[in-house]
């Protein structure tokens, strides 16, 4: 093997050969880069690995880069910065000796074309090329290399991650989008050609260029082509942060946030976030403003929060447009102000950004601060779903699925439905569910009504988690099972889940799987009624008028039958007319009972209908009128309800209104 001692300012070509190892002693102003560049050009590295050592070969920059059949330039360049601190890169050893090609039985003769300077050479004896033969035994040879300190292609200095598995859910923009897009990288698997866009990069970061660092650590926090690791994406990131470049200090900030390769530490992530933000990087002030808006690592402040979206905003981040609109609509630190939150979701969705387009489209379709349009909804919906928005998507299908500004139609529900679903939306999953669960515009079946729960519930999906335990509650397409019906409903009521935290109540209540206790019935309940929960309202109400675990006290009872009833509850309205119609802490008031009463059966609830029927056999507020009460009780019987079917029979056994018949009287 010859080692050439190359002085500066000298080129120098010699023909290398696959049974060889070059060692090249370079000066401090020759630049590597050159050498790297010339071999990679032609696709034939297979791998550079570590440095040799200092102490029994130069206290220069040093290299051992195996190559095969390949031509060598080095071109000196004075005052051009040494690698010799950079961490080796490029694959493993067991992949390089898979990909070995088999070594010629003999070498050629090897040729020097030199400058007009003087090279001096020391010849030293042919060592077998790692390259040629099994790398491992190669190895062994030179011990005057230190050996790879790892095996798979990393970052420098990078340790292992608590969780390798981990992933990330950060989607900030790289340094540079078209510089990201021109950088090639080394495959994920290991393949036996680094390219050369990617050894550019890595070359280029370890001389401490800030965008390939950045590149680099974005590499391997997304895995991308290369094994994932947090530790090495922190160590590229930290190197271009340390350089004052603010997208590095933010992606720093990112990890700390997510806690990723280190401990989450929203303080520490606020002080990353700083850095770059005092250097106007948008993006870092819009994490800012969402740290002081959830109170991560701070005490929360809405107003902080709008000082530092308001930073961004007028730097035209569509985020950020969309957090200030976010904060107006839902009156965080500021009122209420549907008119503010229009104007601004209307910035950020002139800008494409799809989130602001669903925003304008529920605006819309809720009627907040507007009247209901559901055309506008519609369009504005489909803007947001063109770009493949799943939770537009799925807007779209409920509008389809309820006939709010179209027609019924479960056919195309389903269709966008799917569309979210297949993304991976957990509400899409869910929704259609509950198609299959309703035999809505598919044959009820309760079995894929589970599967498509499931798939929601596995996401965490707090509704989809309720809609499994009521399928066991109500021995839907399985056993009754009131134990697993519990199980579900408290990992969605640990979700802050308010119909789960009611069922739950409804189970100590009734004593269903569970001892009977109004105690914890009363406690789960109010969980469920302080979030606004009308079925939750109701069933205090009820709690209260029957004395259930507590005092009979019908003036509390109204109180809660009223929140829900408020909500358009036709179970709670129906309450409020018994109680007016029974007189139970109140006057006997056939008038107020007729009209909650009839509230409740506009809705199509039949113990309302059943009730107005009876006030007009009894003629109880109104005229006696048996043709208006048959008319009434027939709505409810045809819903199945057995009050109203015993009613009509009782009328035409007696021959109230109809001719006696004892035949249709049996039903």
């Not at 369009?379 to 409920?398: H, P, R, S, V, Y």
């Not at 609830?605 to 008319?631: M, T």
Request: aromatic share 8%; glycine share 10%.
């Amino acid at each position: 093997m010859t080692v050439q001692r190359t002085p500066p300012h000298l080129q120098a070509i010699r023909k290398v050969f696959e049974n060889e190892t070059t060692v090249t002693l370079t000066h401090s102003d020759l630049l590597q880069l050159q050498t790297l560049d010339v071999v990679v050009s032609d696709q034939l590295v297979r791998a550079v690995v570590a440095s040799a050592s200092q102490q029994e070969l130069s206290s220069n920059t040093c290299r051992v880069v195996p190559y095969d059949q390949s031509t060598l330039g080095m071109i000196g360049r004075p005052m051009a910065r040494s690698i010799l601190d950079s961490t080796p890169f490029g694959l493993s050893f067991e992949s390089l000796q898979k990909a070995s090609p088999t070594p010629p039985q003999e070498s050629k003769d090897a040729t020097s074309v030199l400058s007009s300077n003087t090279v001096s050479t020391v010849t030293i004896a042919t060592r077998r090329n790692p390259v040629g033969g099994h790398v491992e035994a190669a190895m062994e040879n030179y011990t005057h290399i230190d050996g790879p300190a790892f095996k798979n292609a990393r970052g420098p200095q990078a340790l292992p991650d608590d969780d390798p598995t981990a992933t990330t859910d950060v989607r900030t923009p790289t340094h540079s989008e078209s510089d990201n897009k021109q950088q090639s990288r080394v495959p994920q698997d290991s393949s036996t050609v680094v390219s050369k866009a990617f050894t550019q990069t890595i070359v280029d970061a370890t001389l401490g260029d800030s965008n390939a660092q950045i590149a680099l650590g974005d590499m391997f926090r997304d895995g991308k082509e290369v094994h994932q690791d947090y530790q090495a994406a922190m160590d590229w990131y930290r190197k271009a942060a340390d350089q004052g470049d603010a997208v590095g200090q933010r992606r720093v900030g990112h990890l700390y946030s997510q806690g990723l390769s280190v401990a989450r530490d929203y303080s520490t992530a606020m002080d990353w976030y700083l850095k770059a933000a005092d250097q106007g990087d948008t993006d870092s002030q819009r994490c800012i403003g969402a740290l002081y808006r959830d109170g991560e690592g701070v005490e929360v402040d809405y107003s902080k929060a709008m000082e530092w979206f308001l930073k961004a905003a007028d730097q035209r981040d569509a985020n950020a447009q969309r957090c200030i609109g976010v904060i107006y609509h839902d009156g965080r630190g500021v009122d209420v102000d549907y008119s503010k939150a229009m104007a601004w979701f209307l910035k950020a969705a002139d800008q494409g950004d799809a989130d602001s387009q669903r925003c304008i489209g529920a605006l819309y379709r809720d009627g907040d601060g507007m009247d209901v349009d559901y055309s506008k909804a519609m369009e504005w919906f489909l803007k947001a779903a063109d770009q493949e928005d799943a939770n537009a998507q799925c807007c779209i299908g409920e509008l389809y699925h309820d006939g709010e500004g179209v027609d019924v139609d479960y056919s195309k529900a389903m269709e966008w439905f799917l569309k979210a679903a297949d993304q991976g939306d957990a509400d899409g999953q869910r929704c259609i569910g509950e198609l299959y669960r309703d035999g809505e515009g598919v044959d009820l079946d309760y079995s894929k009504a589970m599967e498509w729960f499931l798939k929601a519930a596995d996401q965490g999906n707090a509704n989809a988690q309720c809609c499994i335990g009521v399928l066991y509650r109500d021995g839907r397409g399985v056993e009754v099972d009131y134990s697993k019906a519990k199980e579900w409903f408290l990992k969605a009521a640990g979700q802050g889940d308010a119909n789960a935290q009611c069922c739950i109540g409804v189970l100590y209540r009734d004593g269903e799987g569970v001892d009977v206790d109004y105690a914890k019935a009363m406690e789960w309940l109010l969980k469920a009624a302080y979030q606004g929960d009308a079925n939750g309202q109701r069933c205090i109400g009820g709690l209260y008028r029957d004395g259930e675990g507590v005092e009979v006290d019908y003036s509390k009872a109204m109180e809660w039958f009223l929140k829900a009833a408020n909500q358009g509850d036709a179970d709670g309205q129906c309450c409020i007319g018994v109680i007016y119609h029974d007189g139970r802490g109140v006057d006997v008031d056939y008038s107020k009972a007729m009209e909650w009463f009839l509230k409740a059966a506009d809705q199509g609830d039949a113990n309302a209908q059943c009730c107005i029927g009876v006030l007009y056999r009894g003629g109880r507020g109104v005229d006696v009128d048996y043709s208006k009460a048959k008319e009434w009780f027939l709505k409810a019987a045809d819903q199945g309800d057995t009050n109203g079917q015993r009613f009509i029979g009782e009328l035409y056994r007696d021959g109230r209104g109809v001719e006696v018949d004892y035949s249709k009287a049996k039903g």
